[in-house]
């Protein structure tokens, strides 16, 4: 018998109990479609925060107060007040720090929001006009803080559209009307254009105002948030982080850099660690659903055992006429590889259209991972392979007389 029929004939033999080949190989489209499923939706998470970490701007630094580990300087945990206005001064003006190209310094805090009696809890950002050129901030209508807002200390507010939507409505032009935030009235005097994001990181959840407004009008607070820093380009981003790094150590009177009160972070830092959380969870998962391809592929061999046991008749009928131990072998193993291969291309096939909904549903970015499903595949022919081989050496090693006598 040559392989063509071989392969007709276990197409034949798995065609008469279609219920129980469908069985055997659901086993196996489960564990395909959850393992591509699973990959496909952790790559488009780990898209989708590179994108958000990108849109922040390029080539950026942010110093924070505080002792996080950030490559150039590494510093202990300290107070979160130890930045201020002059810090950013400081760097803008110094003559031994020539890679930076903008600087933006920026105090933030949450804050209650009042318009009539519609109210939200967003953020609040003091900032510079500067801020708009490093982060990369477009509006949809109406102006950003100007530098006479910061000098004159000016009530006014610069609105993203999620803002918009929970204090006025979808669609509304908010542009001229007032807002409430604490005791003080601000002007709205333009609106961002969207961005994407959801919870703390939602870009479009932000309201801007001057600085100088939110520092002594707001909050009274003297110290900042962070301070962002545009380096000049990529290549000068270490150069800048070292700069800054020993200026402000310098300024706060540090010797040992292990022992700074603040930290600086580049998009780098944020973005690697970004995707180690986001790797890590995809490894997990797919290791979840690999249990569920492994599953399958017990029960493909837990299948192909009953079927042997149902077909010992067969099977001594055939080495009685002369068949080889080794076609006995290659049907039965043949017969496992072609469920694991079927229901590897279902499960691709289900894998492809549930990352598709759920990116969709989850506005998550469509990514489909070619890697994943050339894995996925391999692994099932190798299931079917592993678990096909012990129930083909049982067939063949059946004696012929035994097997035309089993009942």
């Known amino acids: 018998m040559d392989f063509g029929e071989l392969i007709i004939e276990c197409f034949s033999t798995l065609t008469i109990n279609k219920m129980r080949t469908g069985l055997a190989i659901l086993g196996i489209v489960i564990g395909i479609g959850s393992v591509i499923a699973l990959i496909s939706l952790g790559q488009a998470s780990q898209k989708m925060v590179e994108n958000q970490i990108q849109s922040l701007g390029s080539n950026l630094l942010t110093v924070q107060p505080g002792g996080q580990s950030n490559g150039a300087v590494r510093g202990a945990q300290g107070g979160g007040t130890t930045l201020t206005l002059d810090d950013a001064k400081a760097i803008q003006s110094s003559p031994t720090i020539t890679t930076v190209k903008t600087i933006s310094p920026e105090y933030s805090k949450r804050a209650q929001v009042i318009v009539g009696r519609n109210n939200t809890n967003t953020q609040i950002y003091g900032v510079y006009p500067a801020y708009a050129e490093i982060r990369k901030i477009t509006l949809s209508s109406g102006v950003f803080i100007s530098t006479r807002d910061v000098e004159g200390m000016s009530k006014v507010a610069v609105v993203g559209p999620q803002v918009v939507t929970d204090l006025f409505g979808e669609g509304a032009n908010p542009v001229g009307k007032m807002i409430r935030i604490g005791v003080q009235s601000l002007k709205i005097i333009g609106v961002t254009t969207a961005k994407g994001g959801s919870g703390f990181n939602n870009q479009d959840d932000i309201i801007y105002v001057p600085l100088s407004t939110a520092q002594k009008q707001l909050f009274g607070a003297s110290n900042l948030s962070s301070i962002s820093i545009e380096a000049k380009s990529q290549e000068v981003m270490t150069q800048t982080q070292n700069d800054v790094g020993y200026l402000l150590l310098a300024r706060h009177k540090f010797s040992d850099p292990t022992q700074?009160?603040?930290?600086?972070?580049?998009?780098?830092?944020?973005?690697?660690?970004?995707?180690?959380?986001?790797?890590?969870?995809?490894?997990?998962?797919?290791?979840?659903a690999g249990i569920s391809l492994l599953v399958g592929g017990i029960g493909i061999m837990n299948i192909m055992l009953v079927t042997v046991t149902e077909r010992t008749r067969e099977i001594g009928l055939r080495k009685a006429l002369g068949a080889k131990q080794k076609v006995v072998i290659l049907q039965f193993l043949f017969e496992a590889i072609i469920l694991t291969f079927t229901g590897g291309i279902i499960g691709m096939i289900l894998g492809i259209l549930i990352s598709f909904v759920l990116s969709s549903t989850m506005n998550l970015p469509f990514t489909i991972s070619w890697p994943a499903i050339l894995l996925a595949?391999?692994?099932?022919?190798i299931i079917g392979v592993l678990f096909g081989w012990y129930p083909a050496q049982k067939a063949s090693k059946l004696q012929p007389i035994e097997a035309l006598r089993y009942e």
């Open 377 to 381: 595949m391999g692994v099932s022919g």
């Open 260 to 288: 700074a009160d603040f930290s600086i972070m580049s998009q780098t830092d944020i973005l690697n660690t970004a995707s180690s959380v986001t790797g890590t969870f995809t490894t997990l998962l797919s290791g979840i």
